[in-house]
T-cell receptor
Framework: DADVTQTPRNRITKTGKRIMLECSQT?????MYWYRQDPGLGLRLIYYSFDVKDINKGEISDGYSVSRQAQAKFSLSLESAIPNQTALYFCATSDLSGYQSDTQYFGPGTRLTVL | SQQGEEDPQALSIQEGENATMNCSYK?????LQWYRQNSGRGLVHLIL?????REKHSGRLRVTLDTSKKSSSLLITASRAADTASYFCATDKNDYKLSFGAGTTVTVRA
């Protein structure tokens, strides 16, 4: 079984709808991240969490919210989806390793289309 | 804003040839990492090089880091069709998270 799973894998929704993307991990890592990927722009960080009580905004958090329900689960919500949120969304995890960022392990991604 | 910038944006080579791509960054870093992404899939970690290291090898991969020039290179030797992918550099600026570049798309022709 995959260490980092994301559901759903594909989602088409309409403008104004609320949707939730879910991420689960079995790696036992404390740190979890949500990124979005747009063509030609690489990955941009939306939110990150270093433990259940620690949630931080990334560079593009507007229009998104997150919930860290447990060490293993980190959900991303779009409260009112808009077309420019159409993108590929990735969840990632990493281990706690002091002050440096360690290797990140990525889920397979969720392809979201907002019509 | 993106910390790392990969060059070139795209690269097409013949199977068996070497592929080299570069990454430049703007501020001092703790470490620099390279990731591979096959079409539409999640990123896979390839190699991590710390700021006090100059070169690392992993199988057919060789990474160099020049902190004075704020640049890194990734060399893939004896390329194979399976190496066709996008390659991203990511920098750790001592702020507990990674900044990714836009990537280099490598196509290996049979």
């Amino acid at each position: 079984d995959a260490d980092v799973t994301q559901t759903p894998r594909n989602r088409i929704t309409k403008t104004g709808k609320r949707i939730m993307l879910e991420c689960s991990q079995t790696k036992g890592h404390d740190r979890m991240y949500w990124y979005r990927q747009d063509p030609g722009l690489g990955l941009r960080l939306i939110y990150y969490s270093f433990d259940v009580k620690d949630i931080n905004k990334g560079e593009i958090s507007d229009g998104y919210s997150v919930s860290r329900q447990a060490q293993a689960k980190f959900s991303l919500s779009l409260e009112s989806a808009i077309p420019n949120q159409t993108a590929l969304y990735f969840c990632a995890t990493s281990d706690l390793s002091g002050y440096q960022s360690d290797t990140q392990y990525f889920g397979p991604g969720t392809r979201l289309t907002v019509l | 804003s993106q910390q790392g910038e990969e060059d070139p944006q795209a690269l097409s080579i013949q199977e068996g040839e070497n592929a080299t791509m570069n990454c430049s960054y703007k501020t001092s870093i703790n470490n620099l990492q390279w990731y591979r992404q096959n079409s539409g899939r999640g990123l896979v970690h390839l190699i991590l090089i710390r700021s006090n290291e100059r070169e690392k090898h992993s199988g057919r991969l060789r990474v160099t880091l020049d902190t004075s020039k704020k640049s890194s290179s990734l060399l893939i030797t004896a390329s194979r069709a399976a190496d066709t992918a996008s390659y991203f550099c990511a920098t750790d600026k001592n702020d507990y998270k990674l900044s990714f570049g836009a990537g280099t798309t490598v196509t290996v022709r049979a």
